[in-house]
């Protein structure tokens, strides 16, 4: 069994702030827990705006506070982001995501990531980084 608790793992080097300072995620489950996913709490501040590809990665994203969209590149569709909703980049989705408040996002990847990954200039994760416990 696995028990983590956020606040403590916000404390961390679990925890990881964007280099250019738009979001932060706390990484509470990673592919070295051997679950075949990672899961994090994902912080985007306000006024965020930015490009994303996972190109190696499947994502799902629930909202848990805060307000914003994600606009599908390929169709030029935007879906509002209130709390209570859920997108999934099931098809490696180019989107903008942006928040209009700040929100708190529960997300889960497939592959699961090792925990040091910031975006590349593509806004995707490397399939293999830096596990976070050689951090």
């Not at 592919?31 to 501040?45: A, L, V, W």
Request: aromatic letters at 8%; glycine letters at 6%; a negative charge.
């Amino acid at each position: 069994m696995i028990v983590r608790n956020l606040a403590d793992a916000e404390k961390s080097n679990r925890r990881i702030v964007s280099p250019e300072g738009s979001w932060e995620s706390t990484r509470l489950l990673l592919k070295d827990d051997n679950m075949g996913f990672s899961f994090h709490i994902t912080t985007i501040y306000k006024d965020a705006d930015f490009q994303l590809h996972y190109k190696n990665h499947l994502e799902s994203v629930y909202c848990m506070s805060g307000r914003g969209e994600v606009e599908d590149l390929a169709t030029g569709e935007k879906h509002p982001i209130t709390p209570g909703t859920v997108y999934i980049l099931d098809k490696h989705d180019k989107h903008m995501l942006r928040a209009f408040e700040e929100m708190k996002m529960a997300c889960v990847f497939n592959p699961p990531i090792t925990g040091a990954e910031v975006h590349n200039s593509e806004g995707a994760y490397e399939l293999e980084d830096t596990p976070l416990a050689t951090l």
